[in-house]
């Protein structure tokens, strides 16, 4: 099914998300968005030696909210941290095979919520070194 | 898959019998209306037999019902031709909040050209309120246009106590009709309005065909100039086999209106039923009572409704929903900001109009399409309590 302005890979996605869920006590979380302007998204993650063991997300929005998401996990699962810092949004619109324009800050989002929760991971690490 | 169509306010199949009276007018009848030979007057005569039905569905006088492209066109034409006509006697237009597009930017083209617009709030049900109309009213009003139903979510407005106040005051008063003309009875005399749009498509008739009643005797003037076509009304050769199909639509609907909005009416309760009872955190936006017999607007909390709609799309379900996220503007709707619903409540709309395919099993097998679709969103939802 082609959804106008949705490539095949957002469909996908967002028909079939991965990582949907949360973890409990995770080793980084991140928040973004707000619901008034439409998209809310949190992600999840678990470090083990420094790689992104495990990364769950939950999303309230759109179809490309909800397929910028599951790519981001995806993108992100298995990566160092610092690799993890470096997927760009366009990284993640790009590999969705691009969305439309209006959809742009979507794939904003999503970045930002695992840069977020990477950050929370790196600033509660530093906290354990003291 | 199986594909159900529940989107019937955005358009509606053409009816076979429809479609049937249509095609001799793409083929062996192509005759202008305008010629005098036996070709123009086979085609003029077609033109008159649907006039005359157009004007049964409203209660008019034939002589009153003037051919447009559709509903758009018809608003524009009332709005612009009726202030333009007018405006030696004031330059201010009173609406409301809630109207289609085709009605609001006009109005605020007008505003360019120097008319004056009061746009009325609605009650949280949608209703436009006829005290708030009676306040509005100035020395300078000259026109108001309120619609018969909304589009989005199916408020039945108040016509007969606004036209008349309108008559009283002697204010033309335009109704865009597009969304009742077919789906319940209107009587333009009963309704006291001087002008009413409506649709070919949304009767199920054809696109690119729509008519505006003019009262005999109100002050208009075209805003199409060429050959002088529809009395003057309306220049350009007509599209005869819309202007036929739409007469036969108009005739289908008359005939068939008692028992199908009943039908509809039960259609509609029996799922509004189940959804309201079945699913957690949802309403009904709109009228409980006076709402449109086909059409229904849920909101469901913590889910957005693009997402939904794609969700149901993928289900085989057709609808609608006013949610920002679907929009180009990325704006929520301005019919449920007008009825004060928070961003985060109308971003989770669904709107539901039922149509003349629709059975009992559909609505059965959409209720469960919804009910899953926004179980399995709520399950990813970051808005979910928990």
């Given at each position: 099914m082609s959804q106008p302005g949705y490539s095949d890979k957002v469909m996908d996605h967002?028909?079939?998300?991965?990582?949907?869920?949360?973890?409990?006590?995770?080793?980084g979380y991140g928040k973004?968005?707000?619901?008034?302007?439409?998209?809310?998204?949190?992600?999840?993650?678990?470090?083990?030696?420094?790689?992104?063991?495990?990364?769950?997300?939950?999303?309230?929005?759109?179809?490309?909210?909800?397929?910028?998401?599951?790519?981001?996990?995806?993108?992100?699962?298995?990566?160092?941290?610092?690799?993890?810092?470096?997927?760009?949004?366009?990284?993640?619109?790009?590999?969705?095979?691009?969305l439309p324009p209006n959809k742009m800050h979507c794939s904003n989002l999503a970045a930002d919520a695992l840069h977020m929760a990477l950050e929370d991971y790196l600033n509660k690490a530093a906290v354990r070194k003291g | 898959m199986r594909r159900i169509y529940m989107d019937h306010a955005a358009t509606t199949p053409l009816a076979p019998e429809v479609l049937e009276a249509m095609i001799p007018y793409f083929s062996e009848r192509y005759g202008n209306p305008s010629?005098?030979?036996?070709?123009?007057?086979?085609?003029?005569?077609?033109?008159?037999?649907?006039?005359?039905?157009?004007?049964?569905?409203?209660?008019?006088?034939?002589?009153?019902?003037?051919?447009?492209?559709?509903?758009?066109?018809?608003?524009?034409?009332?709005?612009?031709?009726i202030a333009r006509k007018n405006k030696k006697k004031g330059r201010h237009i009173i609406t409301s909040s809630i109207e289609h597009p085709a009605v609001l930017e006009v109005c605020k083209a007008l505003a360019g050209e120097g008319f004056e617009v009061t746009y009325l709030p609605?009650?949280?049900?949608?209703?436009v309120e006829v005290g708030a109309v009676e306040e509005a009213v100035r020395e300078d009003t000259i026109l108001i246009s309120v619609m018969h139903a909304n589009n989005e979510i199916g408020t039945i407005q108040p016509l007969e106590e606004i036209g008349r106040l309108a008559g009283e005051k002697e204010i033309y008063f335009h109704t865009d009709g597009v969304q009742t003309a077919?789906?319940?009875?209107?009587?333009?005399?009963?309704?006291?309005?001087?002008?009413?749009?409506?649709?070919g498509h949304k009767l199920y008739g054809p696109k690119g065909a729509g008519a505006l009643y003019i009262r005999k005797g109100v002050r208009i003037e075209s805003i199409q100039q060429g050959g002088g076509h529809e009395r003057g009304m309306r220049s350009g050769t007509e599209n005869v086999p819309g202007i036929v199909g739409l007469g036969r639509a108009a005739m289908l609907a008359e005939e068939k209106m008692e028992e199908?909005?009943?039908?509809?009416?039960?259609?509609?309760?029996?799922?509004?039923?189940?959804?309201?009872?079945?699913?957690e955190d949802s309403w009904l936006n709109g009228h409980p009572v006076k709402r449109l017999p086909s059409n229904l607007n849920f909101g469901f909390r913590y889910i957005e409704g693009e997402s939904l709609l794609l969700y149901l799309d993928a289900k085989g379900v057709a609808a609608s929903t006013g949610s920002a996220c679907s929009s180009k503007k990325l704006a929520a709707s301005h019919v449920l900001s007008a009825i004060g619903l928070e961003p985060v409540e109308s971003h989770g709309s669904l709107r539901i109009t039922l149509g003349m395919e629709n059975t009992e099993e559909d609505v059965d097998y959409a209720c469960r399409a919804i009910s899953e679709s926004v179980a399995r969103l709520r399950e990813m939802s970051a808005l979910r309590p928990g």
């Open positions: 967002f028909m079939n998300p991965r990582n949907v869920g949360v973890i409990e006590d995770p080793d973004v968005g707000n619901p008034t302007c439409g998209d809310v998204m949190e992600m999840f993650i678990r470090v083990k030696d420094d790689r992104i063991e495990e990364i769950k997300f939950r999303t309230f929005g759109c179809g490309a909210a909800i397929a910028t998401s599951s790519m981001t996990t995806e993108m992100a699962l298995g990566k160092t941290v610092e690799e993890g810092l470096k997927i760009t949004r366009d990284e993640v619109g790009r590999e969705l095979g691009g | 010629s005098l030979h036996s070709f123009g007057r086979e085609a003029r005569e077609a033109v008159d037999d649907a006039r005359t039905e157009v004007a049964a569905l409203l209660n008019a006088e034939p002589s009153e019902i003037y051919f447009t492209s559709g509903g758009t066109e018809s608003d524009n034409l009332a709005l612009r031709g609605v009650t949280r049900e949608g209703l077919g789906k319940i009875p209107v009587d333009v005399r009963s309704l006291g309005v001087d002008a009413f749009s409506l649709s199908e909005s009943e039908r509809m009416r039960s259609l509609r309760d029996r799922m509004s039923g189940w959804v309201l009872k079945e699913i």
